[in-house]
Structures are given as structure tokens and as C-alpha cells.
């Protein structure tokens, strides 16, 4: 299975630019996703197709990234961006989510 | 407005089987496929298998394979997962999400737009 690594845990201030890094163990090519998760609620699509932004996220959101290498960036970030992170690939199969990034803020 | 609605909590005994359903609205339920996912406690999510709504056609996981059955009922717009011979490895939040797809660089992506809120299973004697 494609394995996605992510790191564990960020924290920034409010009005500041945080970049949410995942690495795929082999190529998922543009098929990496992102979304949002806060506590007790399920996931929110945020990013799909690796940069395209879903209808209805601010655009403070955006994405990047091909091959293994990806990055989800939130500029400039606000209070109610503290939340958990996943990225997840559908290009190989299975699909297969990151461990997810919690990101706090100061 | 997409809905994704799940059924209540449950609480199993180890060995037991249980049934979890996904009723939807909003949205013409045939024409798309439906997944389930696991996320256990603090952990990661996994992805199940999925199941279109038109025909029941379904597509799994291989680990998942032989522990969930997928299924739909078309006239109801529901989507059900049954688990079976559940362990204490079974003891999670499972989620099912509507499947839709991107058409990019020369293939077509699948990703999950909308999630049901989530079904909570515990499995104690």
C-alpha cells in the first residue's frame, strides 16, 4: 500500500502562513486530497486533485504538489483553522490516507 | 443539499455482527458511488471499500475483505455495511462518504465531497 507521511503536529499564530507537508512512499501522479478535521466531526473535502480548491473553502487554502511530494498551505491562518489534517491518495490502490497533521494555534 | 445520514451508536459483544446504514438525500443516489472508512481512536483512516448506488457493484479493500459486506437498497437511497466476527480490532468510527471524481493529467481521481457524520462501534462483552 502507498504510505503517506506526514508530520505530526504544527503550531502558528494567527495572521501567519503554515505549510502542511505529505510525502507518498511511491508516485500518486495529482491524485493526493486534502481535508479537514476537527474534533468529533467527520473529515471536510478541502483541496482535490491535488490543487484544486473545493467550492465553498476560502481561498486561504490552497494546494500543491505532483509525483511524492505535496503541500496543503493556509495564508493567512485564522483561529478556526486549529484542526487535524489528512492528506490521501487515490491514484494506487488501495487509497490510503496520512496520519494526519494536527495543527494548533499560539 | 447533499445529506449523508448514519445510524446510532452501537455497542456489539466480541463475535457478533452488526449493520450500519448511510440514508441519503440531495442528491440522485444511482448515479454515484458510495465508500465506508474506519478511523479508529486517534488514528488513521482507512478506507474500506465502495459501492455504487445504480447497480451494487462493489470494490473492496483487500484487508477488508471477508469483514465488511457493502450493499444498497435503490428505493430507499441507502447505502448499508454490514461487519461480521467483530473483534475488539473492530472498536471505531466508521464513515461513509459519497465518492465523486476529478478528470485530470490523463486519469480520473476519485476523492470523497461529502461524509456522513459517523457511526461509533464498540465491541465488549
Known amino acids: 500500500d502507498t504510505v503517506l507521511t506526514q508530520s505530526p503536529a504544527l503550531a502558528v499564530s494567527p495572521g501567519e502562513r503554515v505549510t502542511i507537508s505529505c510525502r507518498a512512499s511511491?508516485?500518486?501522479?495529482?491524485?493526493m486530497h486534502w481535508y479537514q478535521q476537527k474534533p468529533g466531526q467527520q473529515p471536510k473535502l478541502l483541496i482535490y486533485?491535488?490543487?484544486n480548491l473545493e467550492s465553498g473553502v476560502p481561498a486561504r487554502f490552497s494546494g500543491s504538489g505532483s509525483g511524492t511530494d505535496f503541500t496543503l498551505t493556509i495564508d493567512p491562518v485564522e483561529a478556526d483553522d486549529t484542526a487535524t489534517y489528512f492528506c490521501?491518495?487515490?491514484?494506487?490502490?488501495?487509497?490510503?490516507f496520512g496520519g494526519g497533521t494536527k495543527l494548533e494555534l499560539k | 443539499e447533499v445529506q449523508l445520514q448514519q445510524s446510532g451508536a452501537e455497542l456489539v459483544k466480541p463475535g457478533a455482527s452488526v449493520k450500519l446504514s448511510c440514508k441519503t438525500s440531495?442528491?440522485?443516489?444511482?448515479?454515484?458511488?458510495m465508500s465506508w472508512l474506519k478511523q479508529m481512536p486517534g488514528q488513521n483512516i482507512e478506507w474500506i471499500g465502495n459501492?455504487?448506488?445504480?447497480?451494487?457493484?462493489?470494490g473492496y479493500n483487500q484487508k477488508f475483505k471477508g469483514k465488511a459486506t457493502l450493499t444498497v437498497d435503490k428505493s430507499s437511497s441507502t447505502a448499508y455495511m454490514d461487519l461480521s466476527s467483530l473483534t475488539s480490532e473492530d472498536s471505531a468510527v466508521y464513515f461513509c462518504?459519497?465518492?465523486?471524481?476529478?478528470?485530470?493529467?490523463?486519469?480520473?481521481?476519485?476523492?470523497?465531497?461529502?461524509w456522513g457524520p459517523g457511526t461509533m462501534v464498540t465491541v465488549s462483552s
Open positions: 486533485g491535488a490543487s
Open positions: 440531495g442528491y440522485t443516489f444511482s448515479n454515484y458511488y
Open positions: 459501492i455504487y448506488g445504480g447497480n451494487g457493484g462493489t
Open positions: 511511491e508516485s500518486v501522479s495529482t491524485g
Open positions: 490521501q491518495q487515490s491514484w494506487n490502490d488501495p487509497r490510503t
Open positions: 462518504a459519497r465518492d465523486c471524481v476529478y478528470y485530470g493529467p490523463g486519469a480520473y481521481y476519485w476523492y470523497f465531497d461529502f
